[in-house]
């Protein structure tokens, strides 16, 4: 985004000898090929124990420890695990924006079964004016609104605590995102659907559907509208294996074609099209499945570039550690 600066890819260490940088991989994830020798119940207790291991590590500290508390499914899993290893009551702080979908309520409960020293924070709209001190601290442009949230909850936590448990990496690790079923929904559809009639037949009836028939296939609390309709149109050429980065990256930007003339410069354009988006998808071994290929883009793209970074650094700007 800054002309002649550059950061090292995740998992990277670069040399400088010579005036010459090299950079060496020290560390990468690899989808896993198989073989699944399991039972479902193996897998889900080997799950179990593994997690556990990891809140055990997460936990060493000599300095007051708590956790975020959203109410949803990653927090709340943390939280009692939190309670279920430690003798004291696990200090949790929740963020609410006084909207139908709020999860404050769904946080008080969960804190009150697990006997939490629980925090409420309110975010109001004038906390918009939050931004550019918050854009300072993340020094690079990350554009995700609960960047305001966050930074409010780490200024909130660091009265009461100097590390922070954080339900990052959930669904990174366990497909919980609605882009994750389209795209395991599109690629079951590809196999029995040829191109040409998801192009032809699909794509013109999709068309016809009332933008609040489609609303009823997602389970997702903003309603798709005339423009999310496009983009599912849009989405029904993009279902062939090969196109798996491509599809992944149109599912998880918010703009496209439509929109970005009247954004980018010409120049900035251009230096995007020479990087097409399905040049950073990942290698992956014969006979991966295809969930396993789509959830390794997003831990060499999403999870490092995205979710990972405004952690850190939204924490780190009040001095608090955030352990994912």
């Given at each position: 985004m800054f002309n002649e600066l550059q950061k090292l890819p995740a998992g990277h260490f670069g040399v400088l000898e010579n005036g010459r940088l090299s950079l060496t991989c020290y560390w990468k994830t690899d989808p896993y090929a198989g073989?699944?020798?399991?039972?479902?119940?193996?897998?889900?207790?080997?799950?179990?124990?593994?997690?556990?291991?990891?809140?055990?590590?997460?936990?060493?500290?000599?300095?007051?420890?708590?956790?975020?508390?959203?109410?949803?499914l990653d927090s709340s899993v943390t939280v009692a695990a939190m309670s279920k290893l430690?003798?004291?009551?696990?200090?949790?702080?929740?963020?609410?924006?006084?909207?139908?979908?709020?999860?404050?309520?769904?946080?008080?409960?969960?804190?009150?079964?697990?006997?939490?020293?629980?925090?409420?924070?309110?975010?109001?709209?004038?906390?918009?004016?939050?931004?550019?001190?918050?854009?300072?601290?993340?020094?690079?442009?990350?554009?995700?609104?609960?960047?305001?949230?966050?930074?409010?909850?780490?200024q909130e936590a660091r009265k009461k605590v100097t590390v922070i448990l954080a339900g990052e990496g959930a669904d990174e690790t366990l497909a919980g995102y609605v882009f994750h079923k389209a795209l395991m929904s599109g690629h079951q559809l590809a196999r029995f659907v040829p191109r040409s009639v998801r192009h032809h037949v699909l794509r013109r009836l999709v068309s016809l559907t009332p933008a609040s028939v489609l609303n009823l296939a997602f389970d997702y609390p903003a309603a798709l509208g005339e423009r999310g309709k496009l983009k599912v149109m849009d989405f029904l050429d993009l279902l062939d294996p090969s196109q798996v980065g491509l599809a992944y990256r149109h599912l998880t930007s918010l703009f496209d074609d439509r929109d970005t003339p009247s954004l980018y410069?010409?120049?900035?354009?251009?230096?995007?099209?020479?990087?097409?988006?399905?040049?950073?998808?990942?290698?992956?071994?014969?006979?991966?499945?295809?969930?396993?290929?789509?959830?390794?883009?997003?831990?060499?793209?999403?999870?490092?570039?995205?979710?990972?970074?405004?952690?850190?650094?939204?924490?780190?700007a009040h001095a608090i550690e955030a352990r994912v």
């Open positions: 073989p699944f020798p399991g039972s479902e119940a193996d897998y889900l207790d080997g799950f179990a124990e593994r997690f556990e291991r990891s809140m055990r590590r997460r936990l060493i500290a000599d300095v007051p420890i708590g956790a975020y508390l959203s109410g949803g430690t003798s004291t009551p696990v200090r949790t702080f929740t963020v609410g924006f006084g909207f139908e979908h709020d999860e404050l309520e769904a946080a008080a409960r969960t804190a009150a079964l697990l006997g939490c020293e629980h925090t409420e924070l309110h975010c109001q709209p004038s906390d918009v004016e939050l931004i550019p001190e918050i854009v300072y601290h993340l020094d690079e442009p990350l554009g995700d609104p609960i960047v305001i949230p966050m930074y409010q909850l780490a410069s010409d120049g900035f354009a251009a230096a995007l099209r020479a990087h097409p988006a399905h040049a950073g998808v990942p290698e992956a071994p014969p006979g991966t499945p295809f969930l396993n290929r789509i959830l390794q883009i997003g831990l060499t793209d999403w999870l490092p570039e995205c979710i990972l970074t405004k952690q850190d650094k939204l924490s780190m």
